[in-house]
């Protein structure tokens, strides 16, 4: 273990498993006080990287869609980071994504030992020289990642989050004259989103009754919906959907008494930074990917075609159907509570 001299983790994406990973970079940290570790990652999560203490450097990767044209600069970053990494040489690279994406510069790091899971999709894998057994697909992703390192000789500590960037206040909400209520409704998924109507309810609710400043975000595309859930509301939130960097983001979460959120990277930002959430969840399952930490709450209908992973479902009666005192219910129980955990 002494001779680890150079680390490359290397988890792309998405903005939830990037949080989910840190105690992970921490763990290795302590593993290996002495090693130099960074940490390829792709460009639009690089800023939750940056600065943080326990890293060394940060490599952003253009994301690549498919089906989308790569552009020139993209197409110039991708072969500038292909070069480096033929020329850096690392004792260990860490897998910690699992996918074709990830498994390519994987294949292609100078690398003396290429360790993640066994039997991971899109036959990942076969890029790995050393493979642990296939976790427990049930497990949460924060103790999946964390296993790596502990499998590398990281002490049983508790799970630590620690972020690169510094969050921020934007001016919108300076000062702040009642305590801030966050509400997160859009995700990547059609079938995680909970109805606007609802959420226009429960956004009335903590104003009028909790008597809490409602700040409603997301990114730029989320303003159709974050649009029609205030045009639904009779008391006035501050809507700033797609008006916010990660470090604006992140100041708000810290600043929120209370966080509610559909199933999305930053219901994962608040938790990591100590405000409570209560997150809707439909075609999920939160014990793979649940808020992490204590005092959260989690609310769903729990049928019995939930959680199925459908990225797309005729009638997802699973968010449809459940109704918006549920996540009154589970605010009014969060709200007793004067200090964060």
């Not at 030992?113 to 049930?138: H, I």
């Not at 002490?155 to 510094?166: D, E, K, S």
Request: hydrophobic content about 45%; some cysteine; overall charge positive.
């Amino acid at each position: 273990m002494s001779r680890i001299q150079r680390i490359l983790i290397v988890k792309l994406s998405s903005f939830g498993d990037v949080i989910h990973a840190l105690p992970t970079l921490e763990g290795l940290r302590t593993a290996f006080p002495a090693a130099h570790i960074t940490w390829l990652v792709e460009a639009a999560f690089a800023p939750l990287l940056m600065g943080h203490p326990a890293l060394d450097e940060v490599w952003p990767v253009p994301r690549v869609r498919p089906g989308r044209k790569v552009e020139k600069d993209e197409l110039l970053q991708l072969l500038r980071l292909a070069r480096r990494m033929r020329v850096a040489a690392f004792d260990l690279v860490i897998d910690l994504q699992g996918l074709l994406k990830s498994a390519m510069w994987v294949a292609l790091a100078k690398g003396k030992r290429k360790l993640g899971y066994d039997r991971t999709r899109e036959l990942s894998y076969l890029a790995l020289t050393e493979r642990l057994a296939p976790y427990d697909p049930e497990t949460h992703a924060v103790w999946r990642y964390l296993n790596v390192a502990r499998h590398l000789g990281a002490p049983p500590a508790p799970p630590r989050f620690r972020l690169g960037l510094t969050p921020v206040l934007p001016p919108a909400l300076l000062p702040l004259d009642r305590p801030l209520a966050v509400l997160h409704p859009g995700a990547r998924w059609a079938t995680k989103l909970w109805p606007a109507a609802s959420w226009a309810h429960l956004a009335d609710w903590l104003i009028r009754e909790k008597k809490l400043a409602a700040v409603i975000t997301g990114s730029a595309g989320d303003r159709d919906l974050a649009d029609q859930i205030c045009a639904q509301m009779q008391e006035k939130p501050l809507n700033l959907a797609g008006r916010t960097g990660l470090r604006e983001l992140a100041g708000i979460m810290q600043q929120a008494r209370l966080a509610v959120t559909a199933d999305t990277g930053p219901m994962h930002l608040a938790a990591a930074l100590g405000t409570r959430v209560v997150a809707v969840f439909g075609p999920t399952s939160p014990a793979r990917t649940g808020p992490f930490g204590q005092g959260h709450r989690v609310v769903r209908l729990g049928l019995q075609c939930s959680p199925c992973f459908r990225r797309r479902c005729p009638e997802p009666r699973c968010l449809l159907d459940l109704p918006w005192h549920a996540l009154r219910t589970a605010c009014e129980k969060i709200l007793s509570i004067d200090v964060k955990n």
